[in-house]
């Protein structure tokens, strides 16, 4: 076990009557890190949710948050977690402030010390103006923020939030991510969705999901990088076919290219390096050395979209493609 | 312990602040101030050897008690199972007997609460009657041991139903019909030939209406004060059963 692990999951299996829900999920989380957990509806994320907030029991394999295992020190994980339910559910007949106390003295605040996180959340989750009213009366985009501000009220080691942008306006969206984002420095969150900008946004690193198994995990980044190992460099070049065409079969980094004639007297290359290279430099040099005119250059990219709905595609579906 | 009376407080809070709780209340009040008008006609017929508190206790005590019992208990659990703020309670450090304990503490004490205006009945009585000797302090008091017993009864009842389901509906009617069914027990042992078996023996033990007649006549058994807190803890210990088998269903 290494220190500054905050989330650890071995071999994790969860089985409802009839179906496994998880299965053999092994993933890491380190402190500080702001990890998206994306896959469709079923894949298993609101499960391995419940599981490390201690809800529901695994069926086999462990999980340890902060060092402490979820089943039988639950009590040691659930003081270090802030948890956020799908569809954030709150009493919607207490007032805003009244519940953040309540849920503060719940989870083993002191007087004081409620008052003042209380004091400070309401602050920092945009709260101060609805502080007196009822929560059942709020709108959705403050709803959301009561459930963050509960989630965060016991200044929690690790934040997991479950959709917590679900069903909000583009605005009131912008400002739950950057809530989220700024979490990130005195907290460990995660979080599940599968909006995908929002995981392309604040996340660090970004674990797919499907049918109970992580399929890939890595950075956003790494993703798209090893994803675009067939990616394609785009360029309109007005030249003669034959010089292109000759050029291109002497090149060794190209694998494949496709030439189309394009508006005016332009043609359309598509080009595809060996290894996934970016031919873009190597195609200005010819072009400069040529002379010939040169009007898009462009490397198609595989947005992690892509990327997303490759590896979380049914295993029967990508046989008939 | 804070988690225990920040619950209960809640749990109360959430019967006052709601137009439920006074609902009940308002009922309540109703149906003893009818109660007192068959009361008052009572009193005016021939001495009888009866307490004032024992007339209380004849049909409308039970009606109000089986009735207001599943409507007190029914929200406890099923409406957070059903709203989902079961899940943000149980990943609060709290444990699942403080939980079971908060909640079935508020009803019991909310339950007390709408039997309060039958103090009020009776003292008006002893006032407008002018006769001090139709009030006595002590039978008033095992009464109200009487209604407080019956209640942890009925309450852990009511817990226990609405423990097992997420909807109102079937947990009002779960625990009308266990509250019932107990309630009916008490009139079954007529049904049996006079001679004793065990049965007609424990049946007889069972009988609630005979256990409250006693308490509104001044009579504490400690025959009965065991068999309320026994079937209690018991009902409350199934409830915690029902709440902890979400970690092993």
Same mark, same amino acid.
């Given at each position: 076990m290494t220190d500054d692990a905050m989330i650890e999951v071995s071999n994790l299996t969860k089985r409802f009557a009839g179906y496994e829900a998880v299965s053999g999920l092994s993933f890491t989380v380190g402190r500080g890190e702001i990890v998206g957990l994306l896959g469709p509806n079923g894949a298993g994320k609101t499960t391995t949710m419940r599981i490390l907030s201690c809800f529901l029991p695994a069926t086999s394999g462990s999980a340890r948050v902060a060092g402490f295992d979820?089943? $039988? =020190?639950a009590d040691e994980v659930r003081r270090r977690i802030g948890y956020m339910p799908e569809n954030n559910p709150l009493y919607l007949e207490m007032r805003v402030r009244e519940y953040l106390r309540f849920r503060a003295r719940l989870k083993g605040l002191g007087f004081t010390q409620t008052r003042q996180r209380v004091e400070r959340v309401i602050e920092q989750c945009g709260l101060t103006e609805v502080g007196k009213r009822i929560i059942g009366h709020l709108s959705k985009g403050y709803k959301q923020r009561v459930g963050l501000a509960d989630a965060l009220v016991h200044e929690p080691e690790l934040v997991i939030l479950d959709?917590? $942008?679900?069903?909000?306006d583009p605005s009131q969206i912008r400002s739950v991510r950057q809530l989220i984002k700024d979490l990130g420095h005195h907290h460990t969150v995660l979080i599940s969705t599968h909006i995908l900008p929002e995981v392309e946004m604040t996340c660090s690193r970004v674990l797919i999901m499907r049918e109970g198994k992580i399929l890939a995990a890595d950075t956003p980044e790494n993703l798209q990088r090893t994803m675009s190992k067939d990616a394609q460099t785009i360029a309109e070049i007005l030249a003669p076919r034959e010089d292109l065409v000759s050029c291109w079969e002497q090149m060794p980094e190209i694998e494949h290219y496709d030439l189309s004639a394009a508006e005016g007297s332009y043609y359309r290359v598509a080009l595809t390096g060996v @290894?996934? =290279? @970016?031919l873009r430099p190597v195609i200005f040099d010819l072009a400069k050395e040529h002379g010939w005119q040169l009007r898009e250059l462009s490397r198609t990219r595989h947005s992690l979209e892509d990327i997303y709905i490759r590896l979380t595609r049914p295993e029967s579906e990508e046989e008939t493609f | 312990m804070q988690a225990y009376f920040t619950l209960t407080r809640r749990e109360l809070s959430s019967f006052f602040v709601s137009f439920m709780g006074y609902a009940v209340i308002a009922a309540t009040v109703f149906l003893l101030g009818l109660c007192m008008i068959s009361l008052i006609e009572k009193l005016q017929g021939d001495p009888a050897s009866i307490t004032v508190t024992e007339c209380f206790f004849g049909f409308y005590f039970w009606l109000i008690l089986l009735f207001s019992a599943p409507v007190i208990t029914m929200r406890l659990f099923s409406l957070e199972k059903y709203s989902g703020t079961f899940e943000t309670l149980m990943t609060t450090p709290v444990s699942d007997w403080q939980v079971v304990m908060a909640k079935f503490t508020a009803a019991l004490f909310f339950f007390v609460v709408t039997w309060l205006p039958l103090a009020g009945c009776i003292l008006i009585l002893g006032y407008a009657t002018n006769?001090?000797?139709?009030?006595d302090y002590n039978v008033l008091g095992s009464t109200y041991l009487g209604i407080f017993l019956l209640g942890c009864l009925y309450m852990s009842l009511g817990c226990f139903a609405s423990a097992m389901t997420s909807s109102q509906i079937i947990a009002a009617m779960t625990s009308f019909a266990l509250g019932l069914g107990l309630f009916i027990l008490s009139f079954i042992v007529?049904?049996?030939?006079i001679q004793k078996t065990w049965i007609t023996e424990t049946l007889s033990y069972m009988s609630m209406y005979n256990h409250m007649t006693d308490f509104s006549r001044g009579v504490i058994d400690t025959r009965y004060i065991v068999f309320y807190l026994s079937l209690t803890g018991f009902f409350l210990f199934l409830t915690y059963r029902v709440v902890e088998s979400r970690r092993w269903k």
């Open positions: 979820v089943c $039988t =020190q959709e917590p $942008t679900i069903g909000l @290894d996934g =290279q @970016d | 006769n001090p000797a139709l009030i007529d049904q049996f030939p």
